[in-house]
Structures are given as structure tokens and as C-alpha cells.
């Protein structure tokens, strides 16, 4: 990287220059509210934008302040993210905002380095606060940013070594050491890329920063940043099996460190022989001689390292004394219809 390039003043400028006009008027904006902006990070994090908005208003509607959150319960707050995926984004802004109520007298700590302490809060995350709630001088690291710094600077580097964050966080660190509104400067480069600077076919023609940008100068905009070719994702094959009577269904949670973590699913047979499946389940509850119709098959949850293959079977069962026998006998939990369609559910299951 040129380092007289670094030290240029112009690409900061320009980009704060054009953020004042061109920024996205998003709710969360026009606050410097530590938590309303912890809140838009968490919920933006493997969201798109014009989803994200929606859950956003709807946790500030729910619960507009940290007490609120905090008080709330874990099946509250579950059924509010539900849709968005991750759920360990969600259980960790509980967990947070519990620590934050006891430990830090309902306030977000005002650095870097005490927030990244707390759970869900990552580098990223902590800095976006810290500089914008705060005006701390600590650059984010993104994709976004990533991309617009390795296409302005020509920087060859690999995005998928352990260390590229710290190799782009030292470059943000040259170019922002002038930098007086950090918080601006964050939201302007997050913003740009986003819009301007995107992954693909990105707005070159109507980019300030185009005369000087080294990748759009050499032709290979759309090359950079280098990254490794994508890991091939694991297969896997869910069959579920729906044992229900006239109002509930049985059901469990998913405890043990996968997919879904503590969401509701029904009875689950993992085999890709949709036969070997339902011969498990059978020889499981042999004594109660069931009957399982395969109603659903071949829907897929898409996550991003794995593809589910997902199957229903469908067992009706009449007899509440044997319904409740099953529920024994399989160690699951019974819930109402209504209340299940309400809970934190696979989306695979939700649909």
C-alpha cells in the first residue's frame, strides 16, 4: 500500500463529505443512544437492511429501554426475533442486558475494550458504538470495509487469513489518525460500501473516489478484495416427526451445541434414508404400534455452512392418555397449537 496514500487526507474527507449528503435516513441515525445503537448492530449482523429495520422498531416498540430488555423474559424476547435466524444473537442481548442492569448501572461501558467483554459483542460491534456514541478514534472492520479499502488502495491480501482483520484494522487506523468525528467516518465507509462500493456490479461511474481508486484504475474492480473460494456446505437430513392430538403437540428443545440452539422442534429422526428414519421412530415406540405418514418432504433450510434436508411425518394420536404416555416415554414436552405457532421455531419448521 502507498503509504503517501494513506496519509492523504482526501479519501476521508471525501468520504465524510459525501455521507453528509448521501447517507441512508435510518431510524437509528439520528441518536448517539448506546443502546439503540447496540440494538440496530445486533439485528443488522447477517441481516439485510430492509429487513432488519422492521425487527428494529418492533424491539423498540417492545422494549425501548435496556431495563425493559433486560426484565424481559428469554421466551419474549425469542418470540419478538422470530424470523431473523441466529438466535444466539438473541439470547445474548438478553444475557447483556442483564450484566449491563446489574453490573453497570443500566449503561453501556464508553470504550472499546469493556464492551467487546460483553456477550455478543464483538470487535465490529464495540468499535460502531464506542466511535459513534462516544467519538472513540477506533476504526470498524467489515466486509464493507474490507472491500472498499482493498479496491481504493490496491490491497492484495487474502480476506480469509486469520489475520486480515488486524491487517486492515492498521491500514483504517493510518487513514482515520486525523480523523476528528470517528463515528462519522465508521458510518460514512459502512454506508459507501453498502451502496456505492457493493460486491457486485458496484456504481463505479457515480463514485467521488473513482479517479483515484487503484482497482478501477488496473480493471479488476470486481476482483478485489481477494478471498479463497467458498467451503462446500455439510449436507444433512432432518426427518421430523409431528405427533400431535386435536389441540397440541408434542415437542422438544434443541440443547446440545448445533443449528437452532435452544429452539422448539418436533421429534427428530437425523438419517438421509427417509425408511431408516421411520423404522427408528417405530422401533422406539414399538409398543404403541403407530403409523407415521410421510405429508411433507424435500424442503430445505439453507444456513451458511450447512443445507438441511427436511421431511415430515405426520402421526395423530386421539387417545390422551397415550398421547401423554408418548410424551413420557420419548422425554419431550407438550404444547398448545396456538403457542407453538407463537414460539421460537426453526424457519424451516415455521413455513
Known amino acids: 500500500v502507498n503509504k503517501n496514500k494513506l496519509n492523504d487526507l482526501t479519501f476521508s474527507s471525501k468520504l465524510t463529505g459525501w455521507y453528509k449528503k448521501e447517507k441512508r435516513m435510518l431510524p437509528f441515525r439520528n441518536t448517539k443512544d448506546p443502546y439503540k445503537i447496540w440494538l440496530s448492530e445486533i439485528i443488522l449482523q447477517q441481516t439485510q437492511m430492509i429487513t432488519g429495520l422492521v425487527y428494529y422498531k418492533n424491539f423498540i416498540i417492545k422494549f425501548p429501554t435496556i431495563q425493559s430488555l433486560a ?4 421466551n419474549k424476547i425469542y418470540s419478538t426475533w422470530k424470523g431473523l435466524g441466529y438466535y444466539n444473537r438473541a439470547k445474548n442481548l438478553l444475557k447483556t442486558a442483564k450484566i449491563i442492569t446489574k453490573k453497570h448501572n443500566g449503561k453501556l461501558p464508553k470504550n472499546s ?3 467487546i467483554l460483553l456477550p455478543g459483542i464483538g470487535k465490529y460491534t464495540a468499535a460502531a458504538i464506542a ?3 462516544y467519538n472513540e478514534k477506533t476504526p470498524v472492520v467489515d466486509a464493507n470495509v474490507y472491500r472498499v479499502l482493498s479496491r481504493y488502495f490496491g490491497v492484495f491480501y487474502n480476506i480469509s487469513k486469520s489475520n486480515s482483520y488486524n491487517h486492515y484494522y492498521n491500514i483504517s487506523k493510518s487513514i482515520t489518525k486525523n480523523v476528528s468525528k470517528m463515528g462519522e467516518y465508521n458510518q460514512a465507509i459502512m454506508d459507501f460500501g453498502a451502496t456505492i462500493c457493493t460486491p457486485k456490479k458496484p456504481h463505479c461511474k457515480n463514485c467521488l473516489l473513482m479517479l483515484d481508486c487503484e482497482a478501477y484504475k488496473t480493471n479488476i474492480v470486481e476482483k478485489l478484495p481477494i478471498k479463497k473460494k467458498k467451503l462446500k456446505k455439510t449436507k444433512r437430513f432432518f426427518n ?5 392430538n386435536k389441540d397440541s403437540y408434542l415437542v422438544q428443545k434443541r440443547k446440545k451445541k448445533d443449528v437452532w440452539l435452544n429452539l422448539l422442534e418436533f421429534f427428530l429422526v437425523e438419517n438421509k434414508s427417509l425408511k431408516k428414519a421411520e423404522i427408528y421412530f417405530l422401533n422406539k415406540l414399538k409398543l404403541f404400534e403407530l403409523k ?3 405429508v411433507s418432504k424435500n424442503h430445505k433450510g ?3 455452512h450447512q443445507i438441511i434436508n427436511v421431511n415430515f411425518f405426520s402421526i395423530y394420536i386421539s387417545d390422551l392418555f397415550m398421547f401423554n404416555k408418548i410424551k413420557k416415554h420419548l422425554k419431550v414436552q407438550k404444547i398448545k397449537k396456538r403457542r407453538f405457532k407463537k414460539s421460537a421455531i426453526p424457519k424451516v419448521i415455521d413455513n
Do not use: N, V
Not at 421430523?240 to 400431535?244: K, P
Open 240 to 244: 421430523y416427526f409431528i405427533i400431535e
Open 113 to 115: 475494550k469493556d464492551l
Open 71 to 74: 426484565s424481559s423474559s428469554e
Open 292 to 294: 407415521p405418514k410421510l
Open 302 to 304: 439453507i444456513l451458511s
Open 131 to 133: 466511535s459513534i456514541c
